[in-house]
């Protein structure tokens, strides 16, 4: 990213900002509420535009006209606050939008054995067909994460990971960013 300018009305909220990030690296932001971290990784991952400046992606510029056209080209954002769909299952929350259909139907036999092998990478011991509302932060926010592998993200951003974990918890995460990053996949 090179050069980003965001400003909102009467707020500059980024200004020229220069940020790298190469493959395999984790990249912790750092900064006071307010110093527009989260803007910057919005910027990035297309729901807010830039109001100048560049992003370079793979050598190439790019310019995302949302989530969907960021996820396509290989970058996942889990935001701070979670909005599962409480009340279906987990694996729904993750295949949701790309459910593995048999004919009309969905194949739910696959998506439950799809949301396993999902949930083995990622060191997550649940019931594929437990609710979402039934499930603790901490293990959403792993749900959260097997979703952005789900989508062979490149570059996961993940936006204050640790803010409602508890010190178990996050070295349990840290292990996975740590596993993440040697695919080779870049964090935020």
Not at 101 to 111: H, Q, S, T, Y
Not at 151 to 179: A, C, G, R, V, W
Request: hydrophobic fraction near 40%; charge should be negative.
């Amino acid at each position: 990213m090179n050069n980003i300018s965001k400003s909102f009305p009467g707020v500059k909220a980024l200004d020229h900002v220069k940020f790298e990030l190469r493959s395999g690296e984790v990249m912790a932001l750092l900064g006071e509420n307010g110093a527009g971290k989260s803007t910057l990784m919005k910027c990035l991952f297309g729901i807010y535009v830039r109001d100048e400046g560049d992003v370079i992606l793979d050598g190439q510029p790019v310019n995302f006209s949302g989530a969907l056209d960021a996820i396509e080209h290989g970058i996942a954002m889990i935001h701070q606050e979670l909005h599962p769909i409480r009340f279906r299952p987990v694996m729904e929350n993750i295949w949701l939008g790309r459910f593995p259909m048999r004919g009309i139907a969905v194949d739910r036999k696959k998506m439950i054995q799809m949301t396993k092998d999902l949930f083995k990478k990622v060191d997550l011991d649940i019931d594929p067909e437990i609710r979402a509302g039934e499930l603790s932060a901490s293990t959403l926010q792993l749900v959260e994460i097997a979703r952005a592998v789900s989508y062979n993200s490149k570059i996961i951003i993940m936006d204050e990971p640790t803010s409602s974990l508890t010190d178990n918890e996050t070295e349990h995460l840290f292990k996975i960013i740590n596993q993440l990053r040697d695919e080779g996949r870049s964090i935020i």
